[in-house]
């Protein structure tokens, strides 16, 4: 199984859209994916149909102690193949709450190992505040997944998750790639395209050489989850099936490919 996060230190920059439209792509491909909702906010959790209330079983479970096995709290999605493991409200506490015990930050690590052979990827979208979560997040990933909104405010949340990144990097043996992709892209616009610029000149190599354009049906679950369109589908989604493409080949190649 591999582990792909999607982070960044800002919000609305098209984390939970990433992480279903890749979830969807993925499965449409015949891979087994577990998605990981880590956001309070649950957006991820709703709009796959399960309510807030009363809060569902999920990843506050596996903090736990002892935590729940992961095979328990998982459920099945409107799309078969892909299973989730729910957010809830009550992560907001969770890091007061759990206090400093000892190995709190390998909790998630520990429970995705408990289905390494049941899962050809499991994708985990985080909250975009750096916390015990995103810790928890970052140190299980093979790869690193950072939407980013070609907006110049966005640099800021761009350049924190990067740092992050590397500190986590250089505190493990196996390196964290990170994957840049260009969200939200408003082509017409002079500003788009010189956040654009700007953001692959700094990021060399880390960057897609495409961007996902703003596209209404994005908002809508049927499209993120729907059927690998053809040329002349979404734009929005087709955008997230080449996206794919690009990430299966760095994970393959290394980190060669541009
Ligand atoms: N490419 C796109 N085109 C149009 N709308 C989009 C696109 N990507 C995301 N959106 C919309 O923008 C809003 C923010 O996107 P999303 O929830 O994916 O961001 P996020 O980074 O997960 O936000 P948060 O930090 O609040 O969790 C949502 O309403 C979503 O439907
Ligand atoms: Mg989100």
């Known amino acids: 199984m591999r582990i792909w996060t999607v982070a960044n230190q800002k919000g609305g920059v098209g984390k939970t859209t990433t992480t279903l439209a890749l979830g969807g792509r993925l499965v449409m491909r015949g891979f087994r994916v577990l998605l990981l909702d880590l956001d309070p906010h649950a957006s991820m959790t709703q709009s796959l149909g399960i309510p807030a209330e009363p809060p569902p079983q999920g990843i506050l479970e596996l903090f736990d102690e002892p935590p729940l096995g992961i095979l328990d709290v998982m459920r099945d999605t409107p799309m078969a193949g892909l299973h989730l493991v729910a957010g809830q409200a009550g992560l907001a506490t969770l890091e007061r709450r759990a206090g400093t015990r000892p190995g709190l930050g390998r909790a998630l690590g520990r429970a995705l190992e408990q289905v390494a052979d049941r899962y050809d990827y499991a994708l985990l979208d985080c909250p975009p505040t750096l916390g015990l979560l995103m810790v928890n997040a970052l140190a299980a990933a093979d790869r690193l997944v950072v939407p980013t909104q070609t907006e110049p405010l966005a640099?800021?949340?761009?350049?924190?998750?990067?740092?992050?990144?590397?500190?986590?990097?250089?505190?493990?043996?196996?390196?964290?790639?990170?994957?840049?992709?260009?969200?939200l892209y408003d082509r017409r616009t002079r500003i788009a395209q010189d956040t654009l610029t700007e953001m692959r000149a700094r990021f060399e190599g880390s960057v897609w050489n495409d961007a996902i354009p703003v596209d209404t049906r994005l908002r809508e679950i049927s499209q993120l989850l729907g059927p690998d369109p053809g040329e002349n589908g979404p734009r929005g989604l087709l955008a997230y099936s080449r996206a794919l493409d690009w990430l299966l080949a760095c994970d393959h190649l290394g980190e060669a490919v541009g």
């Open 155 to 183: 640099q800021f949340g761009l350049q924190g998750i990067a740092r992050t990144a590397s500190m986590v990097s250089r505190s493990r043996s196996r390196g964290l790639p990170m994957s840049i992709l260009p969200t």
